[in-house]
């Protein structure tokens, strides 16, 4: 690959949701990190998947989480987006949230959540692929944050 900035840009064609996917580390403190990776893998049995750089401050916290979960956001939650893509994933404490009775942190206002238990991690050149069997999901009807062309954007109504 001769230019990975016009790779980058490239990849940046496909629009995506914005997600948080958040964890307990090792010392039970929790951790979340903004990540557009998420997809979806199988229905039956019930996978996901997303990816995390190896270089990421936080990833020692989610390969050894037993759990973790996936909160979709909603298009108002741009500045949950933006704290969560700084480097100390451990800053929650101006940010509200609950634990899940897996010891996942679950963020309000959400359009969905997906808690996971870590089925595989796969090492996959930069990144590691985490895939995890969702053991409970909820959705409600808001609308989604968009992240495309490295920006975020919002749906549009259809007429
Ligand atoms: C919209 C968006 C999507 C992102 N998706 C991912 C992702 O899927 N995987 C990942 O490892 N980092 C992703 N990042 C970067 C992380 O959120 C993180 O902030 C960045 O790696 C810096 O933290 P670190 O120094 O701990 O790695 C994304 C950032 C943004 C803004």
Redesign the pocket.
């Known amino acids: 690959m001769s230019d990975s900035n016009a790779f980058r840009r490239c990849l940046g064609k496909f629009a ?1 949701g ?2 948080v ?1 958040t964890c307990l580390d090792a010392a039970g403190r929790p951790c979340g ?6 997809s979806s893998v199988s229905l039956d049995p019930p996978l996901i998947l ?4 190896k ?5 020692e916290a989610y390969k050894q989480a037993e759990y973790f979960a996936i909160n979709v956001l909603s298009a108002d939650s741009q500045s949950v ?2 704290h ?6 451990t800053l929650f404490a101006n940010v509200e949230h609950v634990m899940s009775e897996r010891g996942s942190p679950l963020l309000p206002d959400t359009l969905a959540q997906f808690e996971c238990r870590t089925n595989a991690i796969h090492d996959c050149g930069d ?1 590691f692929i985490i895939i995890g069997e969702v053991v409970e999901f909820r959705s409600t009807d808001r609308d989604p944050l968009l ?1 495309f062309a490295g920006q ?1 954007r919002k749906l549009e109504k259809p007429e």
Do not use: K, P
């Open positions: 995506t914005v997600t996917v990190i903004t990540a557009n990776s998420f997303w990816n995390i750089a270089v990421s401050n936080s990833l987006a933006n969560f893509a700084r480097s100390d994933h990144h992240f975020y």
